[in-house]
Nanobody, 118 residues
Framework: QVQVVESGGGLVQAGGSLRLSCVAS????????MGWYRQVPGKQRELVAD???????NYEDKVKGRFTISRDNIKNAVYLQMDSLKREDTAVYYC????????????WGQGTQVTVTS
């Protein structure tokens, strides 16, 4: 059974940085896409960034130039470096991974809280 576990959330002042980490363990196959979504109460979960197994990245417009996604395919890990944080980045951040199987299976982490204060 695949488990996706995030870490690295916390409280930070506006303008500061945080680095989120996520590892998908228990998989006997690799992951194709991995990435991060975020959600605030009362709103839909939104994509923050994702990265393919080949390293192609995609960012939500609001985080471009501030967030950097990277991954380690050997570890089935994905990272999100968040710089120049803003109050509106406050949310629960969820990691996900998609297995390299047919059909592909999506796995989600439990979420990690990021709170940006002014």
């Amino acid at each position: 059974q695949v488990q996706v576990v995030e870490s690295g959330g916390g409280l930070v002042q506006a303008g500061g940085s945080l680095r989120l980490s996520c590892v998908a363990s228990g998989s006997t196959v690799g992951m194709s896409a991995m990435g991060w979504y975020r959600q605030v109460p009362g709103k839909q979960r939104e994509l923050v960034a994702d990265i393919s197994s080949g390293g192609r990245t995609n960012y939500e417009d609001k985080v471009k130039g501030r967030f950097t996604i990277s991954r380690d395919n050997i570890k089935n890990a994905v990272y999100l470096q968040m710089d120049s944080l803003k109050r509106e980045d406050t949310a629960v951040y969820y990691c996900y991974g998609v297995t390299l199987t047919t059909p592909p299976v999506h796995y989600w982490g439990q979420g990690t809280q990021v709170t940006v204060t002014s």
